[in-house]
């Protein structure tokens, strides 16, 4: 799913949120660490680099 948005005001802040099941009997392999990782990783190619970039 794509979601389009049109902003109101001008703000350098965004939130994603996403609905999960239970991690609990992951947490040993911290899945929620990676996914932060992931999405926090400033690198060239990165999902963060390309929304500073936008």
Known sequence: MML???P???KEKIRIVWI?????NHYESSPM???SSL???EGR???LALL???
């Open 39 to 41: 999405i926090g990783h």
């Open 52 to 54: 500073k970039k936008e």
């Open 20 to 24: 999960l099941p239970p991690q609990i």
């Open 4 to 6: 389009t948005v049109c």
């Open 45 to 47: 190619g990165s999902v």
């Open 8 to 10: 109101l005001s001008v």
């Open 33 to 35: 660490e990676v996914l």
